[in-house]
DNA sequence: CATTCTTACGAAAACGTTTTCTGATGTTTT
DNA sequence: AAAACATCAGAAAACGTTTTCGTAAGAATG
């Protein structure tokens, strides 16, 4: 709208079009007496250079993209939070894109990324998600891609992500220490690297203590509140019912709670509940839950940092980095 | 990234570059054939059009952008999640920019988006705010700007709120009602018009109850965590104490909790709390928490929706909507 | 003095679109 | 048959930058 640009600057001060663009970025071209003169005309005039047409002419953008499947989620907003961070400083633009898990989507906003909009993408999957070779079709295309949390499971892939499969065992073993001899884990629908990785660490804590596995143990959730609480407590109506639960991501833990009010069961006397989650009130439930905590704002911040340095250096060539933060188990209540 | 443009496009049919682009726009000029021909060219091809040479040209970046103090908060996350299902919806993308709560911040990143980056700008104030006269000068110069939650209080501002002096005045009357006789009312400091509306809510029911305002009871909190805790904990343990608290947002409510457990206070035996939250826990928590909740999702969206209208009739001139969404008060344990 | 080098600046092309203007062909009207 | 018109397509300008190239004037060099 600030209809002010070069070519009204460069009248303003009797210079060229072209010198005025130099000196505003500093260029050796120009002598300092001029370059003094032009900032101090920029600065009255509130002069603001149009960023498409820069844009347009250097081939950069100065935006990244991030694409999340949902915002309203402790754990993506945290991640946002450490991406701005690092984004900020750095002088970067942000474009959210939401997914709401839906592959389509997914599938609809990376064609779109690829017309150069941004310099880079922040991604983590949707559960419903089919479109590997989507994604890769843009990392060929020499496009910096970095994923962080829910990430594909092919090598050449740069991630951020945390030690889920260690998670889930240290939770696992947590509950059958505390008694536990029949744990439910509670999982969500389609592929997700996490949940099948905290599944891994579960069946392994189930196997080093001779607890036999059971399929029925293995509650595979949807994305509806509703449904998914109903489920949980007619699992936990059954004959032979789970005597501890853990739950691959916070809601679940949430309609687990739910659940049990209903159907009159108390924690942690009836059932242990031990969860995945960001939930900064955790401590605050009744009971207080126990948690697996991932360091989302730390994994935004590496995973942007990851991407900046992947734009930043041309050559980014051969080295795939797989970056690995550790999450916190911390024992309260609801587990104990 | 991808180097198939216009000129690639109209090579590969034979066709002139200004042609394709008109095929492509759907133009009257080009017959049904040429344009089937050209639209499967650019399908075959993946044909994305540089977004950022068309703003040039057009002067229209189908972008908008959200200022907001912070986004690891269920207000802010949900209030984001309505905008953007609204301007994905309406094929518009979405920056986001964090201001931390910081003047200095939202100073800068107002100055920037009038480089024209952006079609119109949704905004909530920080609390640090003195820089009305830049958002003014923005909107002057026919900029679109919403504000939405905080706002100023400036007439001219198209704006979209909820009841807060309702939600203020209700939740104080209800804890009146449940036989509070000193209510402190927790505020942040700076100014910021929700908490302003609520704190006037709040003395006009102490008033039509004939409560005596003591400021005492009014306290003005950080944005440190820690320190508001000790601060809380100070009145909480202070002659003459407050038998009942409002909470004009949700983190100082979390402090109170945390704080009431450390001088072992029982809520609500001998302290009833009743807080401003989109916290999707309030019912979980122990005990559960009353809450004013604001309909975050809801106020997105019609914040992007009414930036839209703004954008979309180039004359929105003399009108300036004021739209005001209620809050529900849910009343659970924690005061009654 | 003639040549090469700096220094400081301007002219113009380029980025990839969109849009206005112009024109060629064939069709309808007088 | 001449004139007006409709249809379709291309040429070229424009959006506001950045950058390459050219060059004038003076300083340094031979």
Chains 1, 2 share one sequence.
Do not use: W
Not at 86 to 112: F, P
Not at 194 to 213: C, D, E, F, S, W
Not at 268 to 282: G, M, Q, Y
Request: glycine share 6%; hydrophobic share 35%; net charge positive.
């Amino acid at each position: 709208m600030s209809s002010i640009n070069l070519k009204r600057l460069s009248e303003e001060l009797g210079l060229s079009i072209s010198s005025v663009s130099k000196a505003l970025r500093d260029s050796y071209e120009i002598s300092a007496e001029t370059k003094k003169r032009v900032m101090e005309m920029a600065e009255k005039l509130n002069y603001q250079p149009n960023p498409f047409a820069s844009s347009l002419r250097r081939k950069k953008s100065l935006t990244v993209a991030v694409v999340i499947p949902e915002i309203a989620n402790n754990y993506f907003a945290l991640a946002i939070n450490g991406i701005q961070t690092v984004a900020q400083q750095k002088g970067y633009h942000v474009l959210t894109y939401l997914t709401h898990e839906n592959a389509k989507d997914q599938e609809s906003t990376i064609r779109h990324l690829q017309g150069g909009r941004v310099d880079g993408v922040l991604i983590s999957l949707c559960s419903d998600t089919s479109t590997g070779n989507q994604l890769t079709e843009l990392q060929n295309a020499g496009f910096p891609v970095v994923f962080f949390d829910r990430v594909p499971d092919a090598p050449g892939c740069p991630t951020v992500t945390t030690d889920d499969f260690d998670g889930g065992f240290k939770a696992t073993e947590q509950l059958i220490k505390s008694g536990c001899k029949k744990i439910a884990y509670l999982r969500v629908s389609g592929y997700l690297s996490t949940t099948v990785n905290r599944m891994n660490g579960y069946l392994a804590a189930l196997q080093k203590y001779g607890i036999p596995h059971d399929t029925k143990m293995i509650v595979e959730c949807s994305n509806d509140d509703d449904s998914n609480q109903e489920l949980i407590k007619k699992v936990l109506k059954m004959r032979g019912r789970p005597d501890g639960i853990l739950s691959s991501v916070e809601k679940l833990a949430i309609s687990t709670y739910y659940a049990c009010t209903e159907i009159n069961l108390k924690i942690p006397k009836d059932l242990k509940v031990i969860s995945f989650s960001c939930l900064r009130t955790a401590s605050l439930l009744s009971p207080s839950l126990s948690t697996i905590t991932p360091p989302a704002f730390e994994i935004g911040k590496e995973a942007a940092s990851l991407l900046f340095r992947m734009i930043e250096k041309k050559v980014y060539g051969n080295r795939i980095d797989k970056i690995v933060l550790n999450s916190s188990l911390i024992q309260r209540n609801s587990s104990r």
